[in-house]
């Protein structure tokens, strides 16, 4: 603090400005350069920051154009560090080594936790705090905390809760975009009947079945449940679990419901599977997040056009809305990281973020007018409308050897269920032993 | 092996010349005397210093703190014991994995060497020996990720992508091509004609002069012959009837009526079954529909038999829970068998002629030849190649995690990559993972150890 502090004055010499009066808004004293044209005091002049996150590519434009914003009304100088895809295995070792970054945005809220019992994490400050409480249900607090402490803002949004389809295979099958489960199958039934397999799964990769399960059980056993199940307080050999496959086997479980049958779905990959219904149009819906966007536009279809969505309809009481997403954390004591994040944390920062493409902001307070293209607008008011019923992917909740691991866990036994969906008991034992050798209890 | 045995010869000779050309067995513990004969203890303590603090670092260190390691828990602080181990051996997965490895072990290795040799021995024979070896071998130049990647696309299940079930279906084909109208079934619901067997039946049986309906869905419209006209009822006296397509393009078609804008099935095989006995054989015309000429009066069931609606042989599941490690195992041949065919050929060329000739001089015929005098002389060529196989197989990894999809990983698994699973994968349980790299060492090591004494012999 007292360096930065120094170091403001000496960058304020040349530019009489009140740089370390700091909160002190009644001498802006304008300038005789040209700099005067700041609406307010930078206060944290001369501060420099680090951020690290996975994003490369588009996203990392976009993200630093929000930190170039965050600059201009601050004046700190932020740098962005990439971490590649395995954001663990390169804030480990510089948190091992003393040196890590100041802030870094996290892919899984099961990293808050680790990091916190490492204690590596700093805890928010209460103004970060209170721009939370103004702009996020509680839920995505709780997600940030460990342990009674709040240490991270959820920045990113990922929707998982839709159905995709081929608009043209709809159309030729004669049916509407489906708004209950009910509806769904009668529909599925129907684009089957016109000679179209309805569903493209991505069976090789296992977390696009955790997502559906996700949607569904969300969905029938209700968000308390929910809850508890992410936290494994009910075992997976409860009947709401029972239910919930029960209902995913209506549409896994139809050989002509499934393109190819279930053996060549287990053997499709992700992108490959929107290829499929967008690239080959071999089958008309594919139920996954948002992003199948990119993949849909890079097959060759007009998204929003042949490429449309519907929200995941209701299999029982809740409308579901499941969310993955990135959660920032301050790895170091120091101003600039909490006036970041209260920046991030804020409608205004949200803002500037939404006006750029592939951006969806949990934030409640970030009009859904806000974002480029009716379609995340669309997105935006689903995540909005569903207010506290809103739940963070579940598989990304759980230890990752459950969660997360190819071959292991909830992948394995959702592919095994989707290859034979006749032992839903079965299929439920095996996934609470692995659970419970995940949990430790 | 050779890199180390150079590392105390070169600094020996540049130490004292006298040394040059010595017993390749490290000496310098042991100096007969001081002076010209070579250098002090503690000199060669000093030029082995740095290989000493090379290996002691990279290869000792990591062994034995993998040792530790494997008999703590995953966070590394609680004392296990042997639980690790004891894991390996009861988890049911885990047990797959070391099948997995077996099955490696005893097929690999073999087909590898065995292949390796039948090339080698060809291509002595033949004019363009070094561009076939060329070829052979240049998998070799592919890196295994890379190799992994070709694989699992050979393998691909769709026979419009996979190499693998192209030729297979195409061979298929010309025995047995598909015929018909493949995935058209009747609808769901009591009207519509049930399904027996793979076969379309009425459920009420048709008298002479009722028209049959048999409505099919599930068929792209596009998928007709070009030749199928709008759908057409029968009308007349005789047993008939129609197959369509009853569904109309765009919705809106009423289900189990014929409309206007639906099309017949031509070519569609129908019998009329009375009391399950075929009384009549007949096929749909271009509209649709079909009549029984000459079918005495009575109740018959009409039938579209099964092979109206046989896909065509849609090529075999290599990426699938039963086949994937053979699959695997054939990448593996594909990648390795360059390798075995040039240090077999190497091994065959300083074979000598004169035993070859003075054998069949003497009547032997070309398979004794090679059973009883070529294999026999390339044993250590064939043996070292074995041995170095083996070890490979043991530690294969990379084509197994590429080409096996994830659903299948588990049937495919194999100890290297549970190993890296377990520790860095998500499980982050390094305790299991030492214990299992532990396990994986202790399975290399008297290989190793044979290959370590070939090379000690050869060298004296």
New interface residues.
């Given amino acids: 603090m007292r360096k930065a502090k120094a170091l403001a004055v000496v960058a304020g010499l040349s530019i009489v400005t009140a740089a370390c009066g700091g909160a002190d808004p009644a001498e802006p004293a304008p300038a005789a350069n040209g700099a005067s044209s700041a609406p307010a005091a930078k206060t944290l002049e001369g501060v420099t920051l680090e951020v690290a996150a996975k994003w490369t590519g588009e996203e990392q434009t976009n993200f630093e154009a929000v930190l170039k914003a965050f600059q201009d009304k601050t004046g700190a100088k932020v740098t962005y560090a990439s971490t590649g895809e395995d954001t663990g ?1 390169y804030l480990g070792p510089r948190i091992q080594g003393g040196n890590p970054p100041d802030i870094a945005i996290l892919p899984q809220p099961g990293l808050v936790q680790q990091y916190a019992e490492q204690k590596a994490l700093k805890p928010l400050a209460s103004e970060v705090q209170a721009e939370i409480d103004k702009n996020y249900t509680p839920y995505w607090k709780e997600l940030g905390s460990a342990d009674g402490q709040v240490y991270g803002v959820l920045v990113k949004a990922a929707h998982k809760s839709l159905i995709w389809y081929r608009a043209p295979a709809f ?5 509407q975009p489906p708004t209950d489960w009910a509806t769904l199958l009668t529909a599925a ?2 684009v ?5 397999p309805p569903f493209s799964f991505c ?4 977390w696009t079945l955790t997502d559906l399960f996700e949607n569904v059980y969300l969905s029938t056993a209700g968000p308390e449940n929910y809850d508890k199940l992410s936290k494994h307080e009910i075992p997976w050999t409860d009947a709401s679990v029972t239910t919930a496959l029960e209902k995913m086997a209506e549409i896994t479980g139809k050989k ?1 419901f499934v393109l ?1 049958g279930s ?2 779905a ?4 992700f992108p490959a599977c929107v290829t499929k219904v967008y690239g080959e149009k071999k089958a008309a819906m594919i139920i996954e997040a948002d992003f199948v966007a990119a993949s849909a536009s890079e097959s060759g279809a007009k998204v929003g056009e042949d490429a449309k969505f519907f929200p995941f309809p209701k299999a029982g009481e809740t409308e579901p809305v499941v969310l993955g997403g990135d959660i920032a954390v301050a790895l170091k004591e120091s101003k600039g990281a909490m006036a970041l994040l209260q920046y991030l944390a804020s409608a205004e920062g949200g803002a500037v973020w939404a006006k750029l493409p592939g951006y969806l902001s949990p934030n409640r307070n970030v009009p859904a007018t806000t974002y480029p293209s009716p379609v995340t607008q669309q997105l935006a008011q689903t995540i909005i409308d569903a207010g506290e019923s809103v739940r963070y992917d579940m598989s990304d909740l759980a230890p ?2 459950f969660g ?5 866990g909830e ?2 036994y959702l ?1 095994d269920f ?2 034979d969906p006749s032992d839903i008991k079965g299929i439920q034992e095996k996934l609470e032993s692995e659970a419970t050798k995940a949990w430790k209890k | 092996m050779t890199d180390r045995s150079d590392g105390p010869q070169a600094t020996r000779g540049d130490g004292k010349s006298a040394a040059r050309g010595a017993s390749p067995e490290p000496q310098p513990t042991t100096p007969p005397a001081k002076g010209a004969q070579g250098p002090t203890p503690r000199m060669a303590l000093w030029f082995l210093l740095p290989a000493l603090i090379l290996l002691g670092a990279m290869v000792i260190y990591p062994i034995i703190f993998s040792i530790f390691r494997s008999f703590f828990d995953s966070a590394g602080d609680t004392f296990v014991g042997a639980d690790n181990y004891t894991a390996i051996f009861t988890d049911a ?1 885990m047990l797959t994995t070391i099948r997995n490895n077996l099955i490696w072990v005893v097929i690999a290795p073999i087909l590898v060497t065995t292949i390796g040799l039948i090339f080698a021995v060809l291509t002595e024979r033949i004019k363009w020996a070094t561009a076939f070896k060329l070829i052979v071998f240049m998998p070799m130049a592919v890196s295994l990720m890379a190799s992994g990647v070709i694989f699992r696309l050979v393998y ?3 026979p419009d992508k996979g190499v693998a079930n192209a030729v297979i279906t195409s061979v298929g084909d010309v025995f047995d091509s598909s015929q018909g109208y493949p ?1 058209a ?1 009747p ?2 619901n009591d009207a519509a004609p049930a399904l027996e067997n793979g076969a379309v039946v009425t459920r009420q049986p048709i008298q002479a002069g009722q028209p049959a309906l048999l409505p099919l ?5 596009d ?1 007709l012959p070009a030749d199928a006209v709008t759908a057409k009822a029968v009308t007349g006296p005789g047993v008939g009837g129609t197959v369509w397509l009853d ?6 078609g009423a289900v189990g009526k014929i409309d206007d804008n639906e099309k017949g099935m031509p070519g569609v095989t129908v019998e009329a079954v009375q009391q399950g006995a075929v009384k009549g054989t007949t096929t749909t015309a271009a509209d649709g529909s079909f009549t029984f000429a000459g079918l005495p009066a009575g109740d018959y069931v009409m039938r579209l038999p099964q092979s109206n609606f046989t896909a065509s042989f849609g090529g075999v ?1 290599w ?2 829970p039963t086949l994937i490690t053979p699959a695997i195992i054939g990448a593996f041949i594909w990648v390795w068998a360059g390798f075995a065919m040039v240090l077999i050929a190497a091994g065959l060329a300083a074979i000598p002629r004169d035993a070859l000739e003075a054998a069949r001089i003497d009547g032997a015929t070309e398979w004794q030849v090679f059973r009883k005098i070529t294999v026999p002389l390339l044993s250590p060529v064939l043996v070292v190649v074995f041995v170095t196989m083996i070890i490979n197989t043991l530690k294969v990894f990379d084509l197994v995690f590429v080409i096996a ?6 049937q495919a ?1 194999v100890i290297a990559l549970e190993m890296w ?1 377990v520790s ?6 390094q305790g299991l993972g030492s214990a299992l790299s532990i396990f994986l060492l202790v399975l290399v090591l008297p290989f190793m150890i044979i290959n370590i004494r070939r090379f000690r012999r050869e060298q004296q």
């Fill in positions: 295995a159309e030729e099958a004669g049916v039934q129907t089957a009947d016109s000679g179209t069976g090789a990769s296992g002509e190819g053996s060549t287990l053997q499709t990959e990752s050897a997360g691991t190819d071959g292991k992948w394995k592919q989707l290859r | 997965s691909e299940q769709d995935g079934r609808r769901e869905v599930g068929l792209k419209p998928l569904f109309a393009p765009g919705g809106g599941s990426l699938g999809p994830g659903s299948v990983q588990p698994n699973r860095f994968g998500g499980g982050g349980n």
